[in-house]
């Protein structure tokens, strides 16, 4: 039951900060309950009882963990009806995307759990004594990725469900063994609350210290600098805008110990289809990509916001096709009143600009809905403006026209750092134009051959991250098994008595987990030489 | 030959920046020939030659980037008398240590040269299209690790051959497929030089563009701080002072692009030697010790500065053991004279202090000579001041006595970020203070048990890291086959054909390499589905 209370220390919270609601952006009206802001002392408070929670949470073994990891999994189930009325309350999103949503972030959970369980993502390595060894002899090294630290994961309002409590960074940080404190995003807090009081019934189900996860609201964001300038808070995880993640970031690196961050922000995801694509798949690349960049409303981090076409006769015949489907396309509200403004704004601004066409636009029904846009303008123009090359995020996309190979490669090479990049191509299209992968592949941290951004996969080859400012450091990702990286961190052991070693480190391989030794990778046991 | 000039696109340099000069730190005397300091424009071009040199060298396979890193340690070697020779000269280490250096640096070459020639260190990861999956087909994901760009490396002082021009950061991000771009350190210009000529020679033999590595001489912070604020510019390496990793560190946050940073900076590398240890092995302890704190001058990152034990007759007859070997200590110079001043006044410093006293000082040869010193204080006077926590770089340590197990608690909790930490004890011990190896946990990347922190391994399994203040990023290593990790990404490829695929990733496997398939380990190939 949704009471607008954050959950500290095991418990409903009483706050008297500010307070707000939520609002339903079908119609404008205020939902109950009415929610409160915490306090600085609260996020004090949190990253305190985190710390504490460290003490035990860390030393459970990934069975542990996973154990705890699926039951918040089933919990979340089993409040799926309620989760997702409330969540369709509060976003406006379909209650079908939010049902697939739920199990995203189902899934997700029982990946990580299945992750620390089999234990081998620790990469632990041996490189066992050598007594013997002349002139030195070397000593027994041992590593393995240990936790961080309590996290502070930011809620995204995109995905009230997958990206936020109980989303992709907070999954993965418990999984590496971290306390979670989790900023709710303002936009969906009866979900968020939903779902915290969830994960905080797994933590009392599970024996876990009380502090191993909160969940603190604000309409501001003064408890969100709290917490990623606490001393006690080791690292952080975002999702969300530009500008929010570089000011958070200022604060990370700013304080008197500087923290690991993984923010992801803004990406335009350029999208380029090339001449015999064109000509061979026009009408099939116009639905797809039609559907891509409308798809949730253009509320998505990877949208396609930047078409790169020709000038010739098939992109004309391609970009009118994609223009009927615009003129013909479903309208719905967006997620917040914000993110609506700042998309209309955005258009109109784009408008402005001399070289830009409005090309096709649904129409309206309500002011909450959003009109998909279709924009196109001259490659020059792109090259010239870098605000034409920004995110915009919403219901449309901008067409830029290049007229040769050269500036086709200009517009390649003057993208910021993008989370993808995609390539409709024939196989003649690559034989003259492979260089633009290579190029790209400087630029996204996934690159997509004749297919479409949207979608990210949940799996163990998936990136979701890339230069920035897509996100804060292209060395990492926010989705995918691999995202347990951002909150792990390798210690080594030297010479330790076989009892003191973590187990994945113990001579035996209790766990049976895949271990380097002396750079090979095995299952093997250790065999103390004689 | 050593001829004064920086190193640029192949050639040397005639630069006509500040004049400066090696030091023979043995005698004060200037050492020939003249350095002149390169421009910012010199770091500019730089950049952009990387950057150049970045769209091929980023393309070769892994066996022609280890061909030119054994290039590359064959040349090292092939000078191996001369630059011995000029290290020598300008650093005053002994010859014998810095022959074991080189053989080092060699090795270290040789390492990443077997690393990335076989080809597992990228981490190829392969989710298979499942085209029949409901309710949506899943698309073919892969991922493997590729370079960052251009690499911006600051040389060490303290390690002329092993932490500057060919050391483990030009080692491991050569190795990842980055060029790199050298500031070396004006303490060793002449060894600097002599290095950067091999590498220079390498780059040619082998066929590389010449941008593919650069070498910039500065008697100032310019030229350093043009090439982490340049734009293209992807990375970079550095060991240093804490001051002058931190003032870098802000220059790669405030760029427009903030860009991955690995500094090692700072520690103390806390010593514990706990009461059952002390009777059973007083004697070998305090020698050991002795010989790890005065190693090298005590100018090494390892070296243990701050040393705990107990309030007892055991510890103080440890104490006087150690007293004694440092009453008898040879005598030598330090690096420099920057550093010899800044060790004198910091020992004073120390003496200042109400409670520190001077147990042992060896006597004095010349004014260049360092004096190994030994002080005592309490652990209340360490938990107090935080001054005494921090690292004196030279062959000095300072013991806290701590009067109770809530003391040692304390102090070891009070500890900021270290490259290691060390605990002596016996079974007994541990059963008592097993507590403690979690605590320093926390703390450390390294953690040793009846051992020395000093002599720092170069295998798969070392960590030479930890969190701040000890690097900028605790996730990270600078030692080790795990450095390589710094200076790469992973970059996901969806849907591409098996002809645009990195050899990583193609179905067959051509080059053997482990891959994790649907999340399993295994060197084999992918089987297209029929």
Same mark, same amino acid.
Not at 228 to 246: D, E, I, R
Not at 379 to 390: C, I, M, P, T, Y
Not at 502 to 516: F, I, Q, S, Y
């Given at each position: 039951?949704?009471?607008?209370?954050?959950?500290?220390?095991?418990?409903?919270?009483?706050? *008297?900060?500010?307070?707000?609601s939520?609002?339903? %952006?079908?119609?404008?009206e205020?939902?109950?309950?009415?929610?409160?802001?915490?306090?600085?002392?609260?996020?004090?408070?949190?990253?305190?009882?985190?710390?504490?929670a460290?003490?035990?949470?860390?030393?459970?073994?990934?069975s542990?963990r996973?154990?705890?990891?699926?039951?918040?999994?089933?919990?979340?189930?089993?409040?799926?009806?309620? @989760?997702?009325?409330?969540a369709?309350?509060?976003?406006?999103?379909?209650? !079908?995307?939010?049902?697939?949503?739920?199990? $995203?972030?189902?899934?997700?959970?029982?990946?990580?759990?299945?992750?620390?369980?089999e234990?081998?993502?620790?990469?632990a390595?041996?490189?066992?004594?050598?007594?013997?060894?002349?002139?030195?002899? $070397?000593? #027994?090294?041992?590593?393995?990725? $240990?936790p961080?630290?309590?996290?502070?994961?930011? =809620?995204?309002?995109n995905? %009230?469900?997958?990206?936020?409590?109980?989303?992709?960074?907070?999954?993965?940080?418990?999984?590496?063994?971290? %306390?979670?404190?989790?900023?709710?995003?303002?936009?969906h807090p009866?979900? *968020?609350e939903l779902?915290?009081?969830?994960?905080?019934?797994?933590v009392?189900?599970?024996?876990?210290p009380?502090?191993?996860?909160?969940?603190l609201?604000?309409a501001?964001?003064e408890?969100?600098v709290?917490?990623?300038?606490?001393?006690?808070?080791?690292?952080? =995880?975002?999702?969300?805008s530009?500008?929010?993640?570089?000011?958070?970031?200022?604060?990370?690196a700013s304080?008197?110990?500087p923290?690991?961050?993984?923010?992801?922000?803004?990406?335009?995801?350029p999208?380029f289809? @090339?001449?015999?694509a064109l000509?061979a798949?026009?009408?099939?690349?116009?639905g797809?990509?039609?559907?891509s960049?409308t798809?949730g409303?253009g509320?998505m981090c990877?949208?396609?916001?930047l078409?790169f076409?020709?000038?010739n006769?098939?992109a #004309?015949?391609?970009?009118?096709?994609?223009?009927?489907h615009?003129?013909?396309?479903?309208?719905?509200?967006?997620?917040?009143?914000?993110?609506?403004?700042?998309?209309?704004?955005?258009?109109?601004e784009?408008?402005?600009?001399?070289?830009?066409?409005?090309l096709?636009?649904?129409?309206?029904?309500t002011e909450?809905?959003?009109?998909?846009?279709l924009?196109?303008?001259?490659g020059?123009?792109?090259?010239q403006?870098?605000?034409?090359?920004?995110?915009?995020?919403?219901?449309?996309?901008?067409?830029?026209?290049?007229?040769?190979?050269?500036?086709?490669f200009a517009l390649?090479?003057?993208?910021? =750092?993008?989370?993808?990049?995609?390539v409709?191509?024939? #196989?003649?299209?690559f034989a003259?134009?492979g260089?633009? @992968?290579?190029?790209?592949?400087?630029?996204?941290?996934?690159?997509?051959v004749?297919?479409?951004?949207?979608?990210?996969?949940?799996?163990h080859?998936?990136?979701?991250?890339?230069?920035?400012? *897509?996100t *804060?450091?292209?060395?990492?990702?926010?989705?995918?098994?691999?995202?347990?990286?951002?909150?792990?961190?390798?210690?080594?052991?030297?010479d330790?008595?076989?009892?003191?070693?973590?187990?994945?480190? !113990?001579?035996?391989?209790?766990?049976?987990?895949?271990?380097?030794?002396?750079?090979?990778?095995?299952?093997?046991?250790?065999?103390? !030489?004689?």
């Amino acid at each position: 039951m949704v009471l607008g209370m954050s959950i500290l220390n095991g418990e409903s919270l009483t706050s *008297s900060g500010a307070s707000f609601s939520a609002k339903n %952006p079908a119609t404008g009206e205020k939902l109950e309950p009415i929610f409160h802001s915490a306090s600085v002392n609260d996020a004090n408070r949190a990253a305190s009882l985190a710390e504490d929670a460290f003490a035990v949470y860390r030393r459970l073994p990934g069975s542990a963990r996973a154990k705890f990891l699926r039951h918040i999994a089933s919990g979340i189930e089993g409040i799926a009806t309620p @989760l997702v009325d409330r969540a369709h309350l509060e976003s406006a999103l379909p209650e !079908k995307r939010l049902q697939g949503e739920l199990a $995203r972030t189902a899934n997700q959970l029982r990946m990580f759990a299945q992750l620390v369980e089999e234990g081998s993502w620790a990469m632990a390595r041996i490189d066992p004594a050598e007594p013997e060894r002349t002139p030195l002899p $070397r000593a #027994d090294i041992r590593s393995v990725l $240990r936790p961080l630290g309590p996290v502070a994961v930011f =809620g995204a309002s995109n995905f %009230p469900l997958a990206f936020s409590v109980a989303g992709g960074d907070t999954a993965s940080a418990l999984a590496a063994g971290n %306390p979670v404190i989790v900023k709710a995003h303002p936009a969906h807090p009866g979900t *968020s609350e939903l779902v915290g009081q969830v994960i905080n019934r797994s933590v009392k189900e599970c024996g876990l210290p009380a502090g191993t996860f909160a969940l603190l609201f604000d309409a501001g964001t003064e408890v969100g600098v709290a917490l990623v300038t606490h001393p006690k808070v080791k690292a952080v =995880g975002f999702t969300g805008s530009l500008a929010g993640g570089k000011a958070l970031m200022q604060h990370a690196a700013s304080r008197l110990e500087p923290i690991p961050c993984f923010m992801e922000m803004s990406s335009t995801n350029p999208f380029f289809v @090339l001449p015999e694509a064109l000509k061979a798949r026009a009408s099939s690349i116009a639905g797809g990509l039609f559907t891509s960049f409308t798809l949730g409303l253009g509320q998505m981090c990877t949208k396609p916001g930047l078409i790169f076409l020709p000038v010739n006769g098939d992109a #004309d015949l391609f970009v009118k096709e994609l223009a009927g489907h615009v003129n013909a396309a479903g309208i719905a509200p967006m997620l917040t009143e914000g993110i609506h403004n700042h998309y209309i704004s955005g258009v109109k601004e784009r408008q402005r600009h001399a070289g830009v066409e409005m090309l096709a636009q649904a129409g309206s029904a309500t002011e909450a809905d959003a009109l998909p846009a279709l924009l196109q303008t001259s490659g020059s123009d792109v090259l010239q403006d870098a605000e034409l090359r920004k995110e915009l995020f919403g219901p449309c996309t901008l067409i830029a026209r290049y007229k040769d190979r050269d500036e086709l490669f200009a517009l390649a090479n003057a993208l910021e =750092g993008q989370l993808t990049a995609t390539v409709h191509g024939t #196989d003649e299209d690559f034989a003259e134009f492979g260089d633009l @992968l290579q190029v790209l592949e400087g630029k996204a941290g996934r690159l997509i051959v004749n297919g479409y951004p949207t979608g990210v996969e949940v799996c163990h080859a998936m990136i979701h991250g890339g230069p920035y400012p *897509s996100t *804060s450091d292209s060395r990492f990702t926010s989705v995918g098994s691999q995202a347990i990286f951002r909150f792990a961190r390798p210690v080594c052991f030297q010479d330790f008595p076989q009892a003191l070693l973590p187990d994945e480190l !113990k001579d035996e391989n209790p766990l049976g987990v895949w271990r380097m030794i002396n750079g090979a990778l095995t299952r093997d046991a250790v065999v103390p !030489k004689a």
